[in-house]
């Protein structure tokens, strides 16, 4: 097996993005997780540099690159504020949503704004029912004179307050087999019968929005409907895996090397006994651990993101990276937290953010449990 290594040009990015998060996110990432606010203006610039349309072609107004370059910019971006990055990666969701399933004058007509930041977009598929049970979702969907009629609310949606373009799903009948069968729609935010609703106080990933999407009679014309009529299940399970689960396996990842640099910085100015408390085997220890879990997961979340892009389904490998990233970023930041005594649990150090956001990026894109129920599919099949 080959080295992981980046192209000379993905490094030439990730060096670009890490200067732009530095000068631009780093300053007020804790205000941000502070305020629960999620920064229009930071999104408009990364719109501009082509995070937002990363691996949108450029004849639809994007950068044209791949699914590495996004996982690149997510890990960036992670590493100083996982609630923006959560933002931007819940946005690509709605974005690939319209570019691999949408028709050409769908992609045409939403794809430029979105590539360019100046429109967010969101895939909302959880509801109260239950996110874990994706089919027991009981919002409808009915054609009438012409139109598509939607009913029903949907929690727990990243960019839920900033998103003109979503990408909702809501049952349209029943499958041959007597199943619920579910489609999917573009509603703009200016739709009739369609309003945001509660916003969530969360724990972590604070910088971006969480809420409710509420629709009440919310009616879209036949040119909403996304990927043709009953493929709404499928389309929202193959996001999932192919955005959602990549993506929060990179801002995992970022949240862990949060971890391990800050660890390190700590542990090699705070002075104890005399020296440097990088100096007590115990301290190197927990160095070493989340140097590992960094390099684990970093393995884990590019191989699979390459195998996807490469063309393989990947369901395991990614479930797999998510699941030991997410995880990992929580094991990295108690051992931040314990290496620091004391400044572990002061505010003005970001480890105890970083602890909230790890701990929240555990059930966004599925649960620990159901990326453990994936592999464990896959391996004894
Ligand atoms: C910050 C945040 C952002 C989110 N953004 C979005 C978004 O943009 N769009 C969207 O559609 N959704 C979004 N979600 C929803 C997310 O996908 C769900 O929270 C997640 O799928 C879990 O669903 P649930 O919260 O209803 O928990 P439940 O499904 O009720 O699960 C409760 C517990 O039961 C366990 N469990 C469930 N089923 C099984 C099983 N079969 N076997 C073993 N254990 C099981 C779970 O692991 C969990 O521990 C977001 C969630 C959060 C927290």
Same mark, same amino acid.
């Given at each position: 097996?080959?080295?992981?290594?980046?192209?000379?040009?993905?490094?030439?990015?990730?060096?670009?993005?890490?200067?732009?998060?530095?000068?631009?996110?780093?300053?007020?990432?804790?205000?941000?997780?502070?305020?629960?606010?999620?920064?229009?203006?930071?999104?408009?610039?990364?719109?501009?540099?082509?995070?937002?349309?990363?691996?949108?072609?450029?004849?639809?107004?994007?950068?044209?690159?791949?699914?590495?370059?996004?996982?690149?910019?997510?890990?960036?971006?992670?590493?100083?504020?996982?609630?923006?990055?959560?933002?931007?990666?819940?946005?690509?969701?709605?974005?690939?949503?319209?570019?691999?399933?949408?028709?050409?004058?769908?992609?045409?007509?939403?794809?430029?704004?979105?590539?360019?930041?100046?429109?967010?977009?969101?895939?909302?598929?959880?509801?109260?029912?239950?996110?874990?049970?994706?089919?027991?979702?009981?919002?409808?969907?009915?054609?009438?004179?012409?139109?598509?009629?939607?009913?029903?609310?949907?929690?727990?949606?990243?960019?839920?307050?900033?998103?003109?373009?979503?990408?909702?799903?809501?049952?349209?009948?029943?499958?041959?087999?007597?199943?619920?069968?579910?489609?999917?729609?573009?509603?703009?935010?200016?739709?009739?019968?369609?309003?945001?609703?509660?916003?969530?106080?969360?724990?972590?990933?604070?910088?971006?929005?969480?809420?409710?999407? %509420?629709?009440?009679?919310?009616?879209?014309?036949?040119?909403?409907?996304?990927?043709?009529?009953?493929?709404?299940?499928?389309?929202?399970?193959?996001?999932?895996?192919?955005?959602?689960?990549?993506?929060?396996?990179?801002?995992?990842?970022?949240?862990?090397?949060?971890?391990?640099?800050?660890?390190?910085?700590?542990?090699?100015?705070?002075?104890?006994?005399?020296?440097?408390?990088?100096?007590?085997?115990?301290?190197?220890?927990?160095?070493?651990?989340?140097?590992?879990?960094?390099?684990?997961?970093?393995?884990?979340?590019?191989?699979?993101?390459? %195998?996807?892009?490469?063309?393989?389904?990947?369901?395991?490998?990614?479930?797999?990276?998510?699941?030991?990233?997410?995880?990992?970023?929580?094991?990295?930041?108690?051992?931040?937290?314990?290496?620091?005594?004391?400044?572990?649990?002061?505010?003005?150090?970001?480890?105890?953010?970083?602890?909230?956001?790890?701990?929240?990026?555990?059930?966004?894109?599925?649960?620990?449990?159901?990326?453990?129920?994936?592999?464990?599919?896959?391996?004894?099949?």
């Amino acid at each position: 097996m080959a080295e992981l290594k980046f192209t000379q040009q993905q490094e030439i990015l990730r060096k670009a993005v890490r200067e732009f998060v530095e000068k631009e996110v780093k300053p007020v990432a804790a205000k941000l997780d502070a305020e629960s606010r999620f920064p229009m203006d930071i999104f408009l610039k990364m719109g501009k540099l082509g995070f937002a349309g990363v691996f949108v072609p450029g004849e639809y107004g994007g950068a044209g690159l791949g699914m590495t370059e996004r996982a690149i910019i997510l890990e960036e971006l992670g590493r100083h504020a996982a609630g923006l990055a959560m933002a931007l990666m819940t946005h690509h969701l709605g974005v690939d949503a319209i570019l691999s399933y949408g028709t050409e004058e769908q992609k045409k007509k939403y794809l430029p704004d979105l590539a360019a930041g100046r429109k967010i977009s969101g895939l909302a598929v959880t509801e109260p029912t239950g996110g874990s049970d994706v089919a027991g979702q009981l919002s409808t969907a009915a054609h009438e004179d012409g139109k598509w009629v939607i009913n029903g609310r949907k929690c727990f949606i990243t960019n839920s307050a900033s998103a003109e373009v979503n990408v909702i799903t809501a049952r349209t009948g029943e499958d041959a087999k007597g199943r619920p069968a579910f489609s999917a729609f573009i509603v703009e935010n200016t739709a009739e019968g369609f309003s945001p609703g509660r916003e969530e106080d969360k724990v972590g990933l604070r910088g971006s929005s969480t809420g409710d999407l %509420l629709m009440n009679g919310c009616s879209v014309g036949d040119a909403s409907l996304l990927g043709g009529e009953g493929n709404g299940m499928k389309m929202a399970l193959a996001l999932f895996t192919k955005i959602g689960r990549t993506g929060m396996a990179a801002i995992g990842l970022g949240i862990i090397r949060a971890c391990l640099e800050d660890g390190v910085k700590f542990a090699k100015d705070r002075v104890l006994y005399g020296k440097p408390l990088s100096k007590l085997q115990a301290i190197q220890f927990e160095i070493a651990r989340n140097r590992i879990d960094y390099e684990a997961a970093r393995l884990l979340t590019y191989n699979a993101v390459g %195998l996807k892009e490469g063309g393989a389904g990947a369901d395991a490998e990614i479930a797999a990276a998510k699941y030991f990233a997410t995880e990992g970023a929580v094991r990295a930041a108690k051992r931040t937290m314990d290496l620091m005594g004391g400044y572990g649990v002061i505010n003005e150090y970001p480890v105890g953010r970083y602890m909230r956001d790890a701990l929240t990026t555990i059930s966004c894109g599925g649960t620990s449990h159901i990326m453990q129920i994936i592999v464990a599919g896959q391996t004894l099949n």
